[in-house]
């Protein structure tokens, strides 16, 4: 962490366990980024960050981005993913026709824009609209969130937390100036990392 922080690396939590978090932002010099997660308290998934951890944000500087992915945004379709997952290893050898079945068998959940809105609320609810961004995440999902297929819909995820009362500041934040901010301070601490060793 701190050869990253002297580099202007950004450290990145999206894969790690909340003790990970805990540990990193103990140590960390720079803010930190979560690139593509979503908020524990809406739905619980092991990738997605506790509260406690974004409590920690404004001290730290750091930013969650919030992700699309259905099992991270929408606890009916973790639920349903862990089920599966588990079908999927008692099916062994024959797989694929049991797979068919359980899937026939078991509809998959559907996600929507609105629940994205919610964790981007709860984000920025508990952790301040500074540290709340967008990690939509559109590779390697088998669906997405009915509403937002791909980046030109975000204008209508803006409108919904529009809607939700946020302001044109909020959003700006939201868009791109929070990510922006945490780029700069990344590089800040690394010029002031370099000086110091020099």
Known sequence: IAEMNRLGVLVDLSHVSPDVMRQVIDITRAPVIFSH????????????????????LPANGGIVMVTFVPAFIDQARADWQVRRDAARQAAGADAEAAMKAWDAANPRPVSTLSMVADHIDH????????????????????????????????????????????????????????????????????????KQKG
Request: no cysteine; glycine share 10%; proline share 5%.
């Open 123 to 194: 984000v920025a609810r508990v952790a301040g609209h500074d540290h709340v961004g967008i990690g939509g995440d559109f590779d390697g999902v088998p669906d997405l969130p009915v509403g937002l297929g791909n980046v030109s819909t975000y204008p209508a995820l803006f409108a919904e937390l529009a809607r939700r009362g946020w302001s044109d500041a909020n959003l700006k934040k939201l868009a791109n100036g929070n990510f922006l901010r945490v780029l700069r301070a990344n590089e800040a601490v690394a010029v002031k990392l370099s």
């Open 37 to 56: 997660s979503s908020a524990t308290a809406i739905t619980n998934h092991p990738r997605n960050v506790p509260d406690d951890v974004l409590k920690r």
